[in-house]
Every structure is written in structure tokens, then in C-alpha cells.
């Protein structure tokens, strides 16, 4: 049978669309003096810029929402943070009425997922009535329970950052990490430049504290950490392959092969979110067809022909009108593993999507697929 690109290719950016569209809203909460860094910190982690669409609109007297149409993640600041006790004292109290209000709507998207407390690393020591707010913070959140996490901004020198990571650490707060980075490179006099850190680990220590229905969320808005986004997407190939066959993978009959096209235009939809590029058909399409020629085959369902296996000896054959589950699944993950690494390129900028739909960008795009499935092997 022959294969339909243009199907499958209107199939998957409709898988990409709604898998975007239903991505859970994560939603943060920033506290620190003004001049900590947030707005740096905020815009070195995710993309679309988010601190330069100004102050956000007003939440209650102190608190600020920062966010944007159709973009899955909103900020909660916290300005005026440094204006003594009392100030202090209602921003605490504003913040548990945000968490509490998300709580009570019993919608995880209006939740509060987790607490940045920002402190500049620049000015050397923690201030006792920081230790005072975050203690008394934590004794009010025991029973919401919304992640905290002590961020130190401009962390450079890194002995000094190191040093107050400890301090802080011997103050046994209820925090679940403290996290030094320099969010920007930082020149000092032409003479040398210290190279910015620390924004991958806030997104691990992040992954790690966010159920895992914001996982996606958080790979999608985040620009910190190629690592984590290429990790998660690994994780959705792996899922997507168990989901295909099961235990055992048992073998696939070719007149059942369409089963898998769900599974596989699901994963790529997937992988397309957790990225957080914005795909066209025509590099779907470049995609698809580059693939189907690689192999000389149907790779996202309807028929695997001979050519394929010449690439995977000994992994399974023809036999009976079937092919062996496992072979199928080796299949998928090389497609899966050969979207993983278009999409780095394109995030890198090493590719333009432009240029997929040339000649010259479908031959890479077979040479990539080429060599994951040899290195199934």
C-alpha cells in the first residue's frame, strides 16, 4: 500500500497543536529586593522574554502577574520587597493567599508550583530578617507544601557563592535547595569574563520538585538547559516504544502496522512541545518523507519492507506476513532519537527550517536517520 505523507504530516501537526494547546499552565512565584536580578533571571531561563512585557498586572496590593497570551507559564513578582519589616510581613501574607487560592480552585493550573527566593549573591552575606521571612514562610507553607528554592543571583566569585550556600544551608530552612547562578556572562573591565552557570541545575532541581503533569511545561517555556530537554525527550521515545508493543513485544502483523502511526505521531508531537520550536508542516513533512526514504520503507505504520533490515542484521525479518515487535520498536526509538537530534539542531541554530525543505536539507535529514538506526544495531 502506498504510503500518504501529506496524511500523516496533517496527522502530526495536529498532534503538535493540541499536544501545545493542552499543556498544563505553570505558575511561579518570585520574591526578592529590588535590584536581586529577577528580571534577568527570569529571561536567561525562559523564552519569549517574559520580565520585558513590563510589570505584569496587579494580583493583590504587592504582588504582580507576569505573562502572556498562550504561553504556558505565568510569574508571580514581588516588588517592594526591601521596604522593612511590615512590608515584609504583607508580601508573606499576600503569597499565601495566591497559594491558598490556588488550592481552594482545585485546578492545577492556577496553582502555585513553586517559590524563587532570589538573593544577590553580590552583597556578600544573608540579612537576618531573610533567614526571618523565609523560617516564617515555611512554617505557614507546612501544609500547602509548595516547593521552595533559595536562588543566588550574580554568584560570582564562586568561592563566595559556595560560601553562602553553606550559610545558608546551616540555617536548616525548609527549602529544597539552594542554587548559585550568574545568569549572564559577566566582563569585568575587558580584563577576563566570568561564563554564566548554575541556570541548568535550577531547571533539574525544578524537573525533579514539579509533578510530572508540568514536565513538559517546564522543557517547553525553559531556554536554560538543552541537557533537560533532550533528557525528557529520550524519556518520550523510551514511553512511546513500551506504549507500541508492551511487555515482549510481540510480533506485528503488516496489516496491523497502521497501529503504530498513533503512537509515533504522538511521540514526535511530544518531543515538538518539549522543545518549544514552532514547527511548519513543511518541516513535518520534510521529515516524514526523508525517513520513509531512508529505510525504503513506511517507517510511521503502514508497510516495512526488506531494505530496512538490511540496516538492522539480525534483529528481525519478513517471516509469516510479520514483522518481530522488537524490530518495530528499534524503528520507533531511531525515529524518535532522529527527531530528538533535528530538533537540536534547528534549537541550535545549526540548521535554518528553511533549509529542511531543500534537497540538500532532506539528504541530512536521511543521514540522520540512517545513522540512529545503525546505531541499533
Keep these: 500500500m502506498e504510503f500518504d505523507i501529506n496524511k500523516i504530516t496533517n496527522e502530526a501537526i495536529k498532534a503538535i497543536n493540541e499536544k501545545i494547546k493542552n499543556l498544563k499552565h505553570l505558575n511561579i512565584v518570585i520574591v526578592g529586593k529590588t535590584g536581586v536580578g529577577k528580571s534577568t533571571l527570569i529571561n536567561s531561563v525562559f523564552r519569549e522574554n517574559l520580565a520585558e512585557t513590563g510589570i505584569g498586572r496587579p494580583v493583590t496590593n504587592s504582588v504582580r502577574l507576569i505573562e502572556k497570551p498562550d504561553y504556558p507559564l505565568s510569574v508571580y513578582d514581588t516588588p517592594g520587597f526591601e521596604l522593612g519589616a511590615a512590608e515584609q510581613n504583607k508580601v508573606k501574607d499576600e503569597i499565601l493567599k495566591v497559594i491558598h487560592d490556588g488550592i481552594a480552585s482545585k485546578d492545577i493550573n492556577k496553582a502555585i508550583h513553586c517559590v524563587w527566593y532570589c538573593i544577590n549573591t553580590a552583597s556578600s552575606r544573608i540579612e537576618p530578617e531573610e533567614i526571618r521571612w523565609l523560617k516564617e514562610f515555611s512554617a505557614e507553607n507546612k501544609m500547602t507544601r509548595v516547593p521552595v528554592i533559595v536562588v543566588l543571583t550574580q554568584a560570582c566569585p564562586k568561592k563566595k557563592a559556595l560560601e553562602m550556600v553553606r550559610a545558608i544551608e546551616s540555617e536548616n530552612l525548609d527549602i529544597i535547595s539552594v542554587v548559585p547562578v550568574l545568569a549572564q556572562n559577566m566582563d569585568f573591565d575587558g580584563e ?137 520498536g528499534l524503528i520507533t526509538t531511531a525515529l524518535g532519537e532522529a527527531y530528538i537530534r533535528l530538533m537540536i539542531l534547528v534549537y541550535k541554530g545549526e540548521v535554518s527550517k528553511e533549509s529542511l525543505a531543500t534537497a540538500a536539507g532532506r539528504q541530512e535529514l536521511e543521514k540522520i536517520f540512517k545513522d540512529e538506526l545503525k546505531k541499533k544495531r
Design 192 to 328: 577576563f569574563e566570568f561564563k554564566s552557570y548554575g541556570l541548568d541545575t535550577l531547571i533539574e532541581v525544578m524537573q525533579n520538585s514539579l509533578p510530572e503533569e508540568l514536565c513538559d511545561t517546564l522543557q517547553n517555556v525553559q531556554i536554560a538547559s538543552l541537557k533537560a530537554k533532550k533528557k525528557r525527550a529520550q524519556a518520550v521515545v523510551a514511553a512511546a516504544v513500551t506504549s507500541a508493543f508492551g511487555e515482549g513485544f510481540a510480533p506485528v502483523p503488516f496489516a496491523d502496522a497502521a497501529m503504530l502511526v498513533p503512537t509515533q505521531v504522538a511521540m514526535i508531537a511530544s518531543i515538538t512541545a518539549i522543545f518549544g520550536i514552532d514547527i511548519s508542516k513543511g518541516i513535518i513533512s520534510a521529515f516524514v518523507s526523508s525517513t520513509i526514504g531512508a529505510g525504503g520503507a513506511t517507517i510511521l505504520g503502514r508497510t516495512v519492507v526488506s531494505n530496512i533490515f538490511k540496516l538492522l542484521p539480525g534483529v528481525g525479518s519478513v517471516i509469516g506476513g510479520t514483522i518481530s515487535g522488537a524490530t518495530a
